[in-house]
C-alpha cells in the first residue's frame, strides 16, 4: 500500500488543520495507521496511532485533547485533525502503515511503509 499524506500548511496559533493519510494500489483498511512528526533539529516523534479496526487510538501526551485520529476505509483515508494548534506543533508529519495487518498501534508496531511528509507550520 503506497501512502500520501497532504492538508498541511500554515495556521496561527489556536487554529486548526486536517492532515489526510490517502492509500493507493491496495486497501488500508486491514493496516493500523499512525502519524509522526518531526521538527527542525529534532528526532521523529510518535503523534497518534490507529487500529486497523478504527476502535483503538492512542496519542502522545504532547497532542492529547487536541489532535484526532480517525479513519474512513470507504475512501482508504486516515485522517488526523489537529485543533488548537501552538507553534510547538510545526513540523513536517508523516503517516505510516504497520507492516502487519489487523493491529493495534502500538510502540512496538513495525512500520511497513511512510508517506511522504506533509509541512505543518503554526505562527504565533
Known amino acids: 500500500v503506497q501512502l500520501q499524506a497532504f492538508g498541511g500548511g500554515l495556521a496561527q496559533t489556536g487554529g486548526s488543520l486536517r492532515l489526510s493519510c490517502a492509500g493507493s494500489?491496495?486497501?488500508?483498511?486491514?493496516?493500523?495507521v499512525g502519524w509522526f512528526r518531526r521538527a527542525p533539529e529534532k528526532e521523529r516523534e510518535f503523534v497518534a496511532g490507529?487500529?486497523?479496526?478504527?476502535?483503538?487510538?492512542s496519542y502522545a501526551d504532547a497532542v492529547k485533547g487536541r489532535f484526532t485520529i480517525s479513519r474512513d476505509d470507504a475512501k482508504n483515508t486516515v485522517y488526523l485533525q489537529m485543533n488548537s494548534l501552538n507553534p510547538e506543533d510545526t513540523a513536517t508529519y508523516y503517516c505510516?502503515?504497520?507492516?502487519?495487518?489487523?493491529?493495534?498501534?502500538?510502540?512496538?508496531?513495525?512500520?511497513?511503509?511512510w508517506g511522504q511528509g506533509t509541512q505543518v507550520t503554526v505562527s504565533s
Open positions: 505510516a502503515r504497520d507492516r502487519f495487518a489487523y493491529n493495534m498501534w502500538s510502540q512496538s508496531t513495525s512500520i511497513g511503509s
Open positions: 494500489g491496495r486497501t488500508l483498511r486491514t493496516y493500523a
Open positions: 490507529v487500529s486497523w479496526s478504527g476502535g483503538t487510538t
